[in-house]
């Protein structure tokens, strides 16, 4: 599975920005596609989940009510989409894939198994 991320910048607090992640190759594994984003200097934290078939989410606390994540089947792709964002929020996101039932662990990055290549979010005070 190749994941391809875009739609990073640049914006004011308060704005909004949204985010795809287009997924290519053995799609048919996977059972659902998580963002994760990582701070200058800080670990790479989980923001959201969505699995492929029901669509059922989960967020981050950090980000409920602000950031809502979708996903168009046919496409193979998902969505970010932020809005009132915050200066906290800027990091790099990545895209991420996993082809396990997650229950507890979404929130852990070794259970994901393929990575996109991250696109700069970067949220001006």
């Known amino acids: 599975v190749q994941l391809q991320a875009s739609g990073g910048g640049l914006v004011q607090a308060g704005g909004s920005l949204g985010l795809s992640c287009a997924a290519s190759g053995r799609t048919f594994s996977a059972y659902a596609m998580g963002w994760f984003r990582q701070a200058p200097g800080k670990e790479r934290e989980f923001v959201s989940i969505i699995t492929w078939r029901a669509g059922r989410t989960i967020y981050a606390d950090s980000v409920k009510g602000r950031f809502t994540i979708s996903r168009v089947n046919a496409k193979n792709t998902v969505y970010l989409q932020m809005n009132s964002l915050e200066p906290e929020d800027t990091a790099v996101y990545y895209c991420?894939?996993?082809?396990?039932?997650?229950?507890?662990?979404?929130?852990?990055?070794?259970?994901?198994?393929?990575w996109g290549q991250g696109t700069l979010v970067t949220v001006s005070s």
């Open positions: 991420a894939s996993t082809s396990k039932l997650l229950i507890y662990t979404y929130e852990s990055k070794s259970e994901y198994d393929y």
